[in-house]
């Protein structure tokens, strides 16, 4: 009798057992925030940013935009390549990373960066060669 309840039991739970399909997708935010930054957006700021545009000497950013928690700042920098050439340019930050370009005596770079210390970064350009640099 007891085997009879066990395998209606199992039979019971192997019907009723259905296949869970994965979830839908999630919307997507609408923002007018850029996930990345990139070098082009140092060039130019848009109305949305420019309502937010601020100066301020006392600090060694150029200007700021943004609101509270996603500031974006542009900074003048300077630094040395693993070679040890000096290199200076302009890099625009949001967060811990940013990007911008690095001008050595040849040419022009554009570079990512990310803050290591404080006002100090480490920057990467597309062929992974390696910068260290400081805000002016």
Same mark, same amino acid.
């Given at each position: 009798?007891?085997?009879?309840?066990?395998?209606?039991?199992?039979? @019971?739970? @192997?019907?009723?057992?259905?296949?869970?399909?994965?979830?839908?997708?999630?919307?997507?935010?609408?923002? @007018? =925030?850029?996930?990345?930054?990139?070098?082009?957006?140092?060039?130019?700021?848009?109305?949305?940013?420019?309502?937010?545009?601020?100066?301020?000497?006392? =600090?060694?950013?150029?200007?700021?935009?943004?609101?509270?928690?996603?500031?974006?700042?542009?900074?003048?920098?300077?630094?040395?390549?693993?070679?040890?050439?000096?290199? @200076?340019?302009?890099?625009?930050?949001?967060?811990?990373?940013?990007?911008?370009?690095?001008?050595?005596?040849?040419?022009?770079?554009?570079?990512?960066?990310?803050?290591?210390? *404080?006002?100090?970064?480490?920057?990467?350009?597309? *062929?992974?060669?390696? =910068?260290?640099?400081?805000?002016?």
């Amino acid at each position: 009798m007891q085997k009879n309840y066990l395998s209606l039991f199992f039979v @019971f739970l @192997f019907l009723s057992c259905k296949h869970v399909d994965a979830p839908p997708p999630l919307a997507e935010i609408n923002s @007018f =925030y850029k996930p990345v930054i990139t070098a082009d957006d140092r060039k130019t700021i848009t109305p949305e940013e420019a309502k937010t545009y601020h100066v301020n000497t006392t =600090y060694k950013y150029k200007y700021r935009t943004g609101n509270p928690g996603r500031y974006k700042y542009n900074y003048d920098v300077k630094g040395i390549n693993t070679t040890g050439d000096s290199v @200076f340019g302009n890099i625009i930050v949001q967060g811990k990373y940013g990007a911008g370009v690095l001008i050595d005596s040849i040419a022009e770079t554009e570079i990512n960066t990310e803050w290591i210390a *404080h006002g100090k970064l480490k920057a990467l350009d597309k *062929h992974g060669n390696e =910068y260290h640099l400081i805000v002016k």
